[in-house]
């Protein structure tokens, strides 16, 4: 028996109301819905075929999920419209 893997799932809510999901580490493994429920068991059943079948789709690296925090353009610019002296290099935070 196989052991419990947990791979990400990116879901992205598109304009039309549909729900596009991706592994990033299994290409193959992608999907457009029209919920998220829908989207995530078609997902889980594409995830299953891809591991079931050999090589070279199995996931093999190791992977971490950060989350940043990156200041937009608009940080830049002071209440009164005025641009503010570019930082000498670009604040980031780790969440």
């Given amino acids: 028996m196989n052991p419990l893997q947990n791979l990400p799932v ?3 809510y598109e304009d039309d109301g549909s729900i596009s999901a991706h592994c990033p580490l299994l290409p193959s493994c992608q999907c457009k819905s029209s919920s998220r429920v829908q989207a995530l068991r078609t997902m889980q059943q594409l995830i ?3 591991l079931a079948n ?3 789709e199995k996931p093999s ?3 971490e999920v ?3 925090a990156v200041t937009s353009a608009s940080d830049s610019v002071n209440r009164f ?4 002296p570019e930082p000498e290099s670009p604040r980031l935070e780790l969440l």
Avoid at 81 to 84: A, C, F, N, P, Q
């Fill in 48 to 50: 299953k075929r891809a």
């Fill in 81 to 84: 419209g005025k641009r503010r």
């Fill in 54 to 56: 050999s090589a070279p």
């Fill in 66 to 68: 950060v989350h940043l």
């Fill in 61 to 63: 690296r190791k992977y």
């Fill in 10 to 12: 990116i879901l992205r």
